[in-house]
């Protein structure tokens, strides 16, 4: 499984940006996603999750409510969009896919990884 995230780029503080991940086959339907981050000097931090089909969901206290995670099956894409965004988001933000069809927080339970799209938000 190969996975493309897209839509990381430069923005003010208070916008948006919506980021997508496609996964290179239909399966990926039977498998929980995540985002993550990590910025630089950091440790990459567990961002979002969403499971096989959508009626679960979690967030890290520092996005909720500013971040929704969501996918698209039929497209093979999961999705993040990003409101309200703060200087403290910039970080480089990767897509994964879950071993399983759930998520979890820790990054060991994935076994697929996108390539990450830089994210920057000035202040």
């Known amino acids: 499984v190969q996975l493309q995230a897209s839509g990381g780029g430069l923005v003010q503080a208070g916008g948006s940006l919506r980021l997508s991940c496609e996964a290179s086959r239909r399966t990926f339907s039977n498998n929980g996603m995540g985002w993550f981050r990590q910025a630089p000097g950091k440790e990459r931090e567990f961002v979002s999750g969403?499971?096989?089909?959508?009626?679960?969901?979690d967030y890290a206290d520092s996005v909720k409510g500013r971040f929704t995670i969501s996918r698209d099956n039929a497209r093979s894409t999961v999705y993040l969009q990003m409101n309200s965004l703060k200087p403290e988001d910039t970080a480089v933000y990767y897509c994964?896919?879950?071993?399983?069809?759930?998520?979890?927080?820790?990054?060991?339970?994935?076994?697929?990884w996108g390539q990450g799209t830089q994210v920057t938000v000035s202040s």
């Open positions: 969403i499971n096989w089909r959508s009626d679960s969901t």
């Open positions: 994964a896919a879950h071993r399983g069809a759930w998520f979890s927080q820790d990054p060991q339970g994935y076994r697929y």
